[in-house]
Every structure is written in C-alpha cells, then in structure tokens.
C-alpha cells in the first residue's frame, strides 16, 4: 500500500509518499516520484509515529462513578487520599481487569507505549504486568515503595520487578527518603521520577535535588522555575485535562517558549479516558482560551516525538525504512500535518493493519 501526503515525525513535517509493506516503511520519497502508475493501492493522509502515553494511573481506572469534589490532596494523595481508598477497598482481579480495558483502549488509540506511575508496592507493579501481558502495547512501570521511612528492602523488592520509581511529590517525602530512591534507581540502572509544583509551588531545588529523571505536572512553576527545569536536563510531562478539573493549567507557552522536552499524559484513570488524542486537542484549545497558544508542532512532538527521545529510542520516532517506528496512517488532509493531527485525530481515522504487533510490558 502507498499512502500519499505527509510524514510528521522527529524530523518535522513534509509532503511525502509511504510505500507500505507487510506493515512496515520499505520507501518514502517526494510526493509523485513514487512510479506506482496506478498500480499499486493508494490512499491520502498522514503518516506519523505511534504516540506515547507518558503519564497515567491506570491503577484507579477501577472507579465508574464521578469522583467527589475536593482538592488534589483529598482525591490523590497517599496515603488517605480517595484514590487510595478506594484501591484498598478493590480485589485485585478487579483491578487487572480495569488496567486491562484502559490498556487495550490506548492500543485501540494507535498509542505504542505507556509510562505509569503504579502505586501499591510491589503487588501493585506485578499486578499491572500481569494486565498488560495479553495486551499489544509496551508499559514502562514506575513503582512506589510503601514503608515510610523508606525501607531498602522493599525498596529493592519493587526495584527488581519495576522499570523505576514514580513519587507523588517531593513535598510529601522526606530529603533522606528521596536521596535513598534516587541513589537506588541509578545504582539499577532505572528511573526515578516524581509529581512536582501541582497544587502549590515548590522550590527547584527542592524536586531537582536529587536530580530526576521525569518530573510530571509543573502547574504552579513559574517561567524562571522552568528555565532551571530546562537547564538541568530533565523532560516534564504535562496533563492539561487532570489539571483542568482543579481549575489550573499548565504555562505550556513558556514551556514551548524556553525550549523544554514536554511529554504529554492522561494522568488518572478516574478522571479521564486514557485518550492522548483527546489529551492533544484539549491543550490545543486551552491554550488559546488562556490567550497564551502554543504551536501545534509543539503538541504534536510531545506524543510523538519526545517521549522516545526521553526513552532513549530516537529512530522509534522516525518514518523511514529500516527504523524502529510503528507508523500510524492517519486519514487526514496532509496540507497542515501538524494541526490536523492536534486538532482532529480520533480512533476511527487510524487506518488499520499498518503497526504489527506490540513488545508487551517490560520487565
């Protein structure tokens, strides 16, 4: 099959022919250089990467029902918060079988891989690899040690079965307790990672020291706080949605403005659908409703792009023949690749039979 349009990756966007076989790129070149004369099945659209997920909690994907009013700390935060009641209070069966169905929703979605912050210890980390098992996408598991103080035991414990660890903030550990995971983490050769500035601001130096790997949210971070984020190398995942719900939002122009690597993510499960496409347009538009837009270009790269740059996977962003990428065919005009995918990209426009099979969760 050839798709005639556009190729958005990490190398921009362009007009461009993708000649398509056995679901994989075999050739790419200028729009009517292609010498299929009719031959061969053409269709129109745009050819991108397949998206990351960069930030969830499919832990809580459990809850059905409208979660209560209150502040983020009512809600999410451990260890008393309505989240983790209400994880406590689910067998784990239930529990598989709700990360399961956001999985294979996300897979539905074109999304490739998925970065979750999985609470509950080590049961909480085997029990998401045991759901993600049967499903087609790769999931980068980010587990949480229980025992405050932090006990290296377990610590080691969800080290050994986790790709890294996934804080709630650097204002609900202790310095000890965070120099301890850090230390752990780079000691495995894995991640460490935390929330950061989402209900109020924290200093840089607080959630910088030690240096993280990924810091999630930044809401409250002012435009000198994210220029120091900038400088020291560390990627920030942003998730406008869960944001919205607490009636704030990111500085995704300043962001865009200071040259940050920006991943993008649905966050909770309970709050949202795990739609990063969804994700995408609803930032595409909050932009503009706070009078501070941002490019589509700049969306765009934070789920295409970004994200296996920060996986250490640039050549899984690249359409090209030979590279690691499972290209989506989106049904699109190619004309403005990058806003038409922002703007209007949903599961029913994604041409099927194109991306092979998935790696699975890691681990």
């Known amino acids: 099959m050839l798709v005639e349009g556009a190729i958005l990756d990490i190398d921009g ?15 790419t070149g200028s729009i009517g250089t292609d010498g299929s004369r009719g031959r061969e099945r053409k269709v129109r659209g745009v050819v991108v990467p397949a998206p990351v997920n960069s930030h969830t909690h499919l832990g809580d994907a459990v809850s059905t029902r409208e979660p209560p009013p209150g502040t983020v700390s009512r809600l999410v935060r451990p260890p008393l918060g309505y989240k ?5 209070e689910t067998s784990r069966e239930a529990k598989r079988n709700a990360m399961r169905t956001a999985l294979t929703r996300m897979v539905r979605d074109g999304v490739a891989s998925v970065v979750d912050f ?5 049961p909480g980390v085997e029990l998401l690899r045991s ?8 999931t980068l598991i980010l587990g949480r040690p229980v025992a405050r103080p932090v006990d290296s035991g377990e610590l080691a414990s969800v080290l050994a079965v986790a790709d890294g660890i996934g804080l709630s903030s650097a204002r609900d550990e202790t310095e000890d307790d965070r120099r301890t995971i850090a230390r752990a983490c780079r000691r495995a050769g894995k991640r460490y990672a935390l929330h950061a500035s989402e209900a109020v601001r924290e200093p840089p130096e607080r959630f910088l020291e030690p240096r993280p790997d990924l810091v999630v949210h930044l809401v409250k971070a002012t435009p000198m706080d994210l220029a120091e984020v900038r400088d020291a190398g560390v990627a920030v995942v ?3 949605r869960s944001n919205a719900l607490f ?14 690597s920006m991943l993008v993510g649905t966050d909770n499960a309970m709050f949202h659908a795990p739609s990063i496409w969804r994700e995408l347009e609803f930032a ?14 700049f969306l765009a790269r934070a789920a295409l ?9 640039d050549d899984a962003a690249r359409i090209a023949p030979g590279s690691r990428a499972r290209p989506l065919v989106l049904r699109l005009p190619p004309d403005d690749p990058a806003y038409q995918v922002v703007t209007r990209t949903s599961e029913h426009l994604i041409l099927r039979g194109l991306t092979g099979e998935g790696t699975g969760s890691r681990g």
């Open 238 to 240: 942003v998730c406008p």
């Open 131 to 138: 759901a993600a098992s049967t499903v087609p996408i790769e």
């Open 13 to 27: 966007s362009r007009p461009a022919y993708v000649r398509f076989r056995g679901g994989r790129v075999v050739e």
């Open 118 to 122: 999985r609470e509950e210890g080590r």
């Open 284 to 297: 595409y538009v909050g932009t503009r409703l706070r009078r501070r837009p941002v490019s589509a270009g």
């Open 247 to 260: 009636g704030r939002q990111p500085d995704l122009a300043s962001m865009e403005r200071l040259g940050l």
């Open 305 to 313: 792009v970004e994200p296996w740059r920060w996986l250490g996977r």
């Open 84 to 88: 983790f009641r209400l994880l406590a």
